[in-house]
């Protein structure tokens, strides 16, 4: 029978956010295409390279717990993007363009955000403290790109869009 532990759970996060980051190496390329201003598409293009180190830093992560790095489907960044594309399509080409494609990529930060923090919270717990930096490093870079389009949506795209 499969074990039922906070390991168990670990691995199975650990599994989903490794799909979910999958999931982004490909969308993030679209929301930067989609950008207008060169801020934002910037801001898209860094983060796809932070999305690539944080796989590499999962895999370290799988090594460490013996396992093969693998993904599970993960329902809800399928369903983020799904609900994305929905609103960048309606509001393509509109005043509320920038201000749309920032809050679809907000959703996304803020669950990736999310898991990470628990990842974190776990990999301390079960001792996994090389693993708990790792997740560290890549909670922040998804804090700071929060951060960023926060920013971005202050300063201009937002009053754009009135
Ligand atoms: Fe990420
Ligand atoms: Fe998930
Ligand atoms: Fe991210």
Redesign the pocket.
Known sequence: MAQKNLEALFLHNLKDIYFAEQQ?LKTLPLLAEAAESEELRSAFET?LS??EV?ITRLEEIFGMVGEKPQGVTCEAILGLIKEGQGTLAEFKGGEAAEAALIAVAQA??HY?IARYGTLKAWAEQLDLSEAADLLEESLE??TD?DELLTDLAEAAINREAL
């Open positions: 982004m983060h932070e999305t944080q996304i930060e990736e870079e998804e790109t």
